[in-house]
C-alpha cells in the first residue's frame, strides 16, 4: 500500500528504493548503514540526509558515489563533515579551471559574477543538463583577458557562453589534488559501488519480499542486509575476502 511508481531511465519502478553505505578498508569492505524509502524519492535527498545525520569524521575521508548524488549542497555538506565526495563525474577528464571563477548567486541555478567581475546581462538554468547559459554585453567579453578561456559566443550585440555546473563543481572540489594512483584506486572503489545492491538482489533476493508495506519491508531488507555483512565476515575470518578495488594493478 506505501509502494510507489516511478520512470527512470525510460524504465518503469514500482515499489521501494534502497541506499547504503559500504565502508572498504585495506582489508575488506562492509555495510555501516542502508536508507530505504518509497521510490519516488531522489537520490539527492538521500545522501542530504545521511550527510545531516553523520558525525564529523576525526580523519578527512571519501564518500565515493555515482553522479546522480553529486551538487553543490551535498559537496558543503560532506565538507562541513570532513568527508570529499567523489562522484562519477569527478574522476573523468579535467574540466576548464575558468569555470570554478564563476560565482553563483543563492539558488546556486544564475550567475552572479564572471571572471572578470561582469555581472551578466542575463543567465538561465537547463534543468536537463544542468547547465547555466549566460549572457553579456559583446562590448564587455570582446578584449576581455578571460576571452580565451571563457570562449563565448559573440554575436551584433551579445555574447554568450555555457557553464556546465558539473564541470564547475569538479574544479572547486579537493580531487584535482589526487595523485594519478589515488584517482585509480578511487576509480576501482567507484566501479564496485554496484555490487552490493546486484548481490542482494541476485543472490539475496530483494526484489521479492515476503510481507507488504513500507515497514516491513524495510525490516526484512535489514535483515538480507545483516546476512550480507554476515557472509562477509565468514569470508574474511576464513581468509578469503578481498576488496578488489585495493588490489595493486
Ligand atoms: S570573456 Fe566575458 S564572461 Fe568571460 S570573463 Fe570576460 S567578460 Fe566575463
Same mark, same amino acid.
Given at each position: 500500500?506505501?509502494?510507489?511508481?516511478? @520512470?527512470?531511465?525510460?524504465? *518503469?519502478?514500482?515499489?521501494?528504493?534502497?541506499?547504503?553505505?559500504?565502508?572498504?578498508?585495506?582489508?575488506?569492505?562492509?555495510?555501516?548503514?542502508?536508507? &530505504?524509502?518509497?521510490?519516488?524519492?531522489?537520490?539527492?535527498?538521500?545522501?542530504?540526509?545521511?550527510?545531516?545525520?553523520?558525525?564529523?569524521? %576525526?580523519? *578527512?575521508?571519501?564518500?565515493?558515489?555515482?553522479?546522480?548524488?553529486?551538487?553543490?549542497?551535498?559537496?558543503?555538506?560532506?565538507?562541513?563533515?570532513?568527508?570529499?565526495?567523489?562522484?562519477?563525474? +569527478?574522476?573523468?577528464?579535467?574540466?576548464?579551471?575558468?569555470?570554478?571563477?564563476?560565482? +553563483?548567486?543563492?539558488?546556486?541555478?544564475?550567475?552572479?559574477?564572471?571572471?572578470?567581475? =561582469?555581472?551578466?546581462?542575463? @543567465?538561465?538554468?537547463?534543468?536537463?543538463?544542468?547547465?547555466?547559459?549566460?549572457?553579456?554585453?559583446?562590448?564587455?567579453?570582446?578584449?576581455?583577458?578571460?576571452?580565451?578561456?571563457?570562449?563565448?559566443?559573440?554575436?551584433?550585440?551579445?555574447?554568450?557562453?555555457?557553464?556546465?555546473?558539473?564541470?564547475?563543481?569538479?574544479?572547486? %572540489?579537493?580531487?584535482?589534488?589526487?595523485?594519478?594512483?589515488?584517482? *585509480?584506486?578511487?576509480?576501482?572503489?567507484?566501479?564496485?559501488?554496484?555490487?552490493?545492491?546486484?548481490?542482494?538482489? =541476485?543472490? &539475496?533476493?530483494?526484489?521479492?519480499?515476503?510481507?507488504?508495506?513500507?515497514?516491513?519491508?524495510?525490516?526484512?531488507?535489514?535483515?538480507?542486509?545483516?546476512? +550480507?555483512?554476515?557472509?562477509?565476515?565468514?569470508?574474511? *575470518?576464513?581468509?578469503?575476502?578481498?576488496?578488489?578495488?585495493? %588490489?595493486?594493478?
Amino acid at each position: 500500500p506505501d509502494a510507489t511508481y516511478r @520512470s527512470k531511465a525510460g524504465r *518503469t519502478h514500482k515499489g521501494y528504493c534502497a541506499n547504503f553505505i559500504e565502508a572498504v578498508g585495506e582489508k575488506g569492505s562492509v555495510i555501516i548503514d542502508y536508507q &530505504y524509502d518509497v521510490n519516488t524519492r531522489s537520490d539527492a535527498s538521500f545522501i542530504k540526509e545521511y550527510l545531516e545525520n553523520a558525525e564529523v569524521s %576525526e580523519e *578527512t575521508s571519501s564518500l565515493i558515489t555515482d553522479g546522480a548524488y553529486a551538487g553543490e549542497e551535498a559537496s558543503r555538506l560532506a565538507a562541513g563533515k570532513n568527508m570529499g565526495l567523489l562522484t562519477t563525474g +569527478l574522476l573523468g577528464r579535467k574540466p576548464k579551471e575558468i569555470l570554478g571563477q564563476f560565482e +553563483l548567486d543563492e539558488s546556486g541555478h544564475r550567475i552572479s559574477s564572471c571572471p572578470a567581475g =561582469n555581472v551578466p546581462k542575463s @543567465s538561465s538554468y537547463i534543468k536537463q543538463t544542468d547547465t547555466i547559459r549566460a549572457s553579456f554585453y559583446r562590448h564587455q567579453c570582446e578584449g576581455c583577458p578571460y576571452q580565451s578561456q571563457c570562449n563565448p559566443n559573440i554575436k551584433k550585440r551579445t555574447a554568450s557562453l555555457l557553464i556546465p555546473l558539473k564541470s564547475r563543481r569538479r574544479i572547486l %572540489e579537493p580531487v584535482e589534488i589526487m595523485d594519478e594512483e589515488t584517482r *585509480t584506486l578511487i576509480s576501482r572503489i567507484r566501479n564496485g559501488v554496484e555490487t552490493v545492491p546486484s548481490i542482494l538482489r =541476485n543472490k &539475496y533476493a530483494v526484489d521479492k519480499m515476503p510481507v507488504r508495506g513500507k515497514l516491513k519491508t524495510k525490516q526484512f531488507f535489514g535483515f538480507k542486509v545483516a546476512a +550480507l555483512n554476515f557472509s562477509k565476515l565468514m569470508r574474511f *575470518t576464513q581468509g578469503k575476502l578481498k576488496c578488489r578495488s585495493f %588490489e595493486p594493478a
